[in-house]
């Protein structure tokens, strides 16, 4: 599965567009170069598409932007056509320019662009309810959820820190960090401006951080900070660091944060992380990715947090991955026979500063008791 996410899509994806394009380049030339012999315009759409393909290799971004554009392109060739139909008749010279010359294309994806990198560094909040029907205090618990912020990509320390004040003023109890808080990406000094900067965020029972698949830098071959580096500065921030582990958080709550599955395929059992719990409090686990939720629930978990998917990052990914089920849960709250199940878009993404499916958030739960749900 992951051969075919990272992989397959991305190439036929290229294939698609590349012949997209060479098509669309073809035709304008040929509006523009109506004297050029047929061998010319050929070669000269083919160096043309060469030219546009070509800085993918630079960088994921380019690869967004020509997607964007060949998408573009065949939006507009639908909507002239339509309007040809419609009219019945050729369309003015000055409408012909800005289709074959591919301008109008060109706009439209200008505008996605722009708002693409908006959202993405536009971080809102969400909130949710959670209700237990389990004994705990009347005024509840109010939990924050943060993942996927992979520093460095959208926010610098300024807005960090300025989404960490924002958080401060919900007064919450807990502070959970499901993972990829950092990446391949991210310095050393940027790591740990990251966890002091998320260390300011003051709650009553403190914050707790569980790793993602990006943490460790497992994908880098020259990791710019070690494993041991990142749990020093998470320390200094004053983060619990939970691989695998469960901590009591006050006679109430009980919250694990399980190692991540790309780490450890042999990780360990849901049922082991709280063997010996107290069936009467309530159970929450973090694990970075959405799954292993039958697991959860046989173990009697009562809510379980995640992030990973992004909620697909850019449309129409997260549709792609509903259709293929690449992850048991994409983005919201879902529940299943009293597991209750949270995954939560990012603060950010990965790879590239641009968002069109969703929005960059943190995630605010309201835990209550049965008598105080709305």
């Not at 300025?162 to 790591?191: C, F, S, W, Y």
């Not at 209550?368 to 749900?373: E, T, Y």
């Amino acid at each position: 599965m992951i051969v075919f996410r990272w992989m397959v899509l991305p190439a036929l994806a290229v294939c698609a567009f590349a012949g997209y394009l060479f098509f669309t380049v073809y035709r304008g030339v040929g509006y523009f170069l109506k004297k050029w012999t047929k061998k010319k315009k050929i070669l000269l759409a083919l160096f043309i598409t060469v030219l546009l393909v070509a800085p993918m290799r630079l960088g994921i971004f380019w690869f967004i932007l020509l997607a964007h554009f060949s998408a573009m392109l065949l939006l507009a060739d639908l909507v002239f056509v339509l309007v040809r139909k419609l009219k019945k008749t050729e369309l003015p010279g000055a409408a012909m320019i800005i289709w074959r010359g591919g301008i109008l294309a060109a706009l439209l994806t200008a505008v996605i662009m722009c708002y693409g990198v908006f959202n993405m560094k536009h971080v809102i909040k969400t909130e949710y309810q959670a209700v237990t029907e389990k004994p705990i205090r009347d005024e509840g618990y109010k939990l924050v959820l943060v993942a996927d912020l992979h520093y460095g990509i959208s926010l610098d320390h300024e807005g960090l820190a300025g989404v960490a004040g924002e958080i401060k003023k919900e007064n919450p109890d807990v502070v959970i960090l499901a993972g990829d808080i950092v990446d391949e990406r991210t310095t050393q000094e940027q790591m740990e401006d990251a966890f002091a900067t998320l260390g300011t965020i003051s709650s009553t029972y403190g914050t707790y951080f569980t790793y993602g698949n990006h943490d460790k830098r497992l994908y880098s071959s020259a990791p710019g900070y070690t494993v041991e580096q990142l749990e020093a500065a998470a320390h200094k921030a004053g983060i619990t660091v939970l691989e695998d582990e469960t901590v009591s958080v006050n006679p109430e709550l009980l919250l694990s944060g399980r190692a991540d599955r790309s780490y450890a395929p042999e990780r360990a059992s849901a049922l082991s992380l709280a063997a010996d719990r107290d069936e009467e409090k309530i159970w929450i686990v973090a694990d970075h990715q959405p799954a292993g939720y039958e697991e959860l629930k046989q173990a009697g978990c009562d809510v379980v947090v995640s992030g990973h998917t992004h909620a697909g990052q850019i449309w129409p990914l997260g549709l792609f991955a509903k259709l293929f089920h690449l992850d048991e849960m994409s983005y919201g709250y879902e529940t299943d026979d009293g597991l209750q199940m949270f995954v939560t878009s990012g603060m950010a993404g990965w790879g590239v500063c641009f968002r069109t499916q969703k929005h960059s958030e943190y995630m605010v739960i309201s835990l209550l008791p049965a008598s105080r749900s709305s």
